[in-house]
């Protein structure tokens, strides 16, 4: 069971929009809507941003979107703030009924 | 509101065996068939992996790269779920995270704070 893909770091400017890619297999993004993004803050727990692909949990910022198409998923996060650099991490329920991550995207505002 | 709250040593010999136990309030994990409960670890300066998680029900699912080793069981009577991994080594060493699955979303919804655990002699 890989990691699935992802870019070690991604920037951007203040008021830009950043796109953070999650690379799986048919095995997991290909075939299942299940896909989550998690932030994390240095030391923190993970929090929920994302999940099924494009949902947004209450009370998380409409500046964080998703998408995917074929095997491979995406975070957008549009009008970067500086609250907004953390790490990022992708995951997907796979055919084994089980999980996985991504390798993380460290996103850093300039 | 449900919390999860990590419990267990922060130091582990190699070749033991680390066990970790996650207290759930606010929500039973006996009658919650609306929910998985799993665990995750992080080592230090990487990223999150994977490593399984349990139903009310008793059925088990894990990482397939530490099968044969893990273990992870549920006690209703504490309303609390566990981790057993044997034979560990300093690759062990990381902050383990228990979490609550929503079952239909398949997402991560609920974390505990996490709990360092360091494989050393």
């Known amino acids: 069971q890989s990691a699935l893909t992802q870019p070690a770091s991604v920037s951007g400017s203040p008021g830009q929009s950043i796109t953070i890619s999650c690379t799986g297999t048919s095995s997991d993004i290909g075939t299942y809507d299940y896909v989550s993004w998690y932030q994390q803050h240095p030391g923190k727990v993970p929090k929920l941003v994302i999940f099924?692909?494009?949902n947004r949990p209450s009370g998380v910022s409409n500046r964080f979107s998703g998408s995917k198409s074929g095997d491979t998923a995406s975070l957008t996060i549009s009008g970067l703030q500086a609250e907004d650099e953390a790490d990022y991490y992708c995951s997907s329920y796979t055919s084994g009924s089980t999980y996985v991550f991504g390798t993380g995207t460290k996103v850093t505002v300039l | 509101q449900v919390q999860l709250q990590e419990s267990g040593p922060g130091l582990v010999k190699p070749s033991q065996t680390l066990s970790l136990a996650c207290n759930v309030s606010g929500a039973s994990v006996r009658d919650s068939p609306d929910y998985y409960w799993s665990w995750i670890r992080q080592p230090p300066g990487e990223g999150l992996v994977w490593i399984g998680y349990i139903y009310y029900r008793g059925s088990t699912y894990y990482n397939p790269s530490l099968k044969g080793r893990l273990s992870i069981s549920v006690d209703t009577s504490k309303n609390q779920f566990s981790l057993d991994l044997t034979s560990v080594t300093a690759a062990d060493t990381a902050v383990y995270y228990c979490?609550?699955?929503?079952?239909?979303?398949?997402?991560?919804?609920?974390w505990g704070q996490g709990a360092l655990v360091t494989v050393s002699s």
């Open positions: 979490a609550r699955i929503r079952r239909w979303e398949r997402r991560f919804d609920s």
């Open positions: 099924d692909v494009s």
